[in-house]
């Protein structure tokens, strides 16, 4: 028993420390951390040499890693700001997961997928990710453009839409029914948990936390810690009532953390629980995670079903820049600049990664296509940042970077 609990403290030892240093490594050449604690897993795990490996406790710190990352994730978004950002913002989030969308579910239709796998590759191909857009912007030094306000807004806008779908066909594969009757079924639970969310988090929830804080300071119990604590309790709660209607308890946790941002704290509570939110999700338990989804992964694919690989991968990347640039056509935004927009759109992250792995341990998806859409997630945020330095230096070459005439974007990146 001893023995054991030793060989699972230096397996999770071994996990955190090749997380720690391969992230390290891909942040040096401009990559998230993520990438780097996936190879890391790869080059480490069961597909090559097998030095660390899966085990019940670390199971369920990845499990936990992936709802404090989705706490944090909500934490993100403003929602009052989703309603300003213009209607740039919405048309690239609209066309960056419709068309990917369809074309995912198109390309599982095409090779004898069933509709429940079909609809996570769709999903999987119209996920989008924030940091990796916030990061090269940052590094590019752009935030003060319009294509980075534009491009900011929409993997906004495109990370709750995904959630809300997600929500829905996670809901569908429970009722494992393609009826209309539970298709609206799905939908109508779906939707009465985020509008009841959506009514305590804006109504009740500020209110319940100004009477908390004020007992609190009455009885002299006011301090940091104590407010974490509470907003765990909360995030636990929206995780709760979302397993009752069916839906992931991740659901819970992202709208925790949107209503967590519009609980109009004090600002010193408020910075302290989002920094311990993100030191806990991004310094221990999400490295856990990223590590741990590499022991599934499968580097048969590129021999046994590179073909496919190749062809999601192609759609996947052809998918979600044609459908951001051609929902940009209308705007007031150049051609060129929504080609750009598309570029930073492309890459998936932490989002798809987290969906795919929750289909796999569903069911729903077996080894080999959970190995394609992850390694699709890898390929397409690599790309990330070479297509998008290359396409802002074409916006400068022909005067098409446009700046914006304030800084509240910088102010809001900063945040994110």
């Known amino acids: 028993m001893v023995e054991a609990a030793g060989i699972d403290i230096l397996n999770l030892l071994l996990v955190l420390i090749l997380a720690w240093i391969f992230g390290l490594l891909v942040e040096r050449v401009g990559y998230p951390a993520l990438m780097g604690e996936l190879l890391a897993g790869i080059i480490f795990g069961p597909a090559v040499v097998g030095l660390v490996h899966s085990t019940e406790g670390l199971e369920t710190f990845a499990e936990l890693g992936v709802f404090l990352l989705m706490i944090y994730v909500g934490m993100e978004v403003d929602l009052h700001n989703l309603f300003e950002l213009g209607p740039q913002a919405l048309m690239v989030a609209f066309g960056g997961f419709i068309v990917p969308f369809g074309l995912g579910y198109g390309v599982g239709h095409f090779i004898g997928a069933t509709v429940g796998q079909s609809l996570f ?24 453009t319009r294509i980075a306000g534009v491009l900011l807004g929409g993997a906004l806008l495109s990370d709750v839409g995904v959630m809300v779908v997600f929500a829905g066909i996670m809901g569908f594969i429970e009722t494992g029914e393609v009826t209309a009757v539970g298709l609206s079924l799905v939908a109508g639970k779906a939707l009465l948990f985020f509008a009841a969310a959506l009514l305590v988090g804006e109504k009740v929830l500020p209110h319940l936390w100004e009477q908390l804080e004020a007992w609190m300071e009455r009885h002299q119990f006011v301090d940091k810690t104590s407010a974490f604590t509470v907003a765990l309790v909360v995030a636990l709660i929206f995780a709760f009532f979302a397993a009752l209607v069916d839906l992931h308890m991740i659901i819970g946790g992202f709208i925790a953390g949107l209503f967590l941002r519009q609980a109009q704290l004090e600002p010193d509570i408020y910075e302290h629980m989002y920094s311990v939110m993100y030191d806990l999700a991004m310094g221990f338990f999400a490295p856990i995670f990223f590590v741990s989804v590499a022991f599934d992964l499968t580097l048969a694919v590129f021999t046994q079903d590179l073909g496919l690989l190749v062809l999601i991968l192609v759609v996947a990347f052809v998918g979600k820049i044609v459908g951001s640039w051609l929902f940009t056509l209308p705007t007031k935004l150049s051609p060129r600049e929504g080609l750009v927009i598309g570029f930073g759109m492309n890459g998936r992250g932490t989002v798809e990664i987290i969906i795919v792995s929750i289909a796999l341990s569903a069911g729903v998806i077996g080894q080999e296509l959970f190995s394609i859409l992850v390694f699709t997630a890898i390929f397409t945020t690599a790309l990330v940042p070479p297509t998008v330095k290359w396409g802002v230096d074409w916006l400068e070459q022909t005067g098409d970077l446009i700046f914006t005439e304030n800084s509240e974007l910088e102010a809001d990146s900063e945040n994110i």
């Not at 857009?133 to 590019?140: E, F, N, Q, T, Y």
């Open 121 to 144: 590759i769709g999903i999987a191909m119209a996920a989008t990710s924030l940091a990796t857009k916030s990061r090269i912007l940052v590094d590019l030094d752009i935030l003060d």
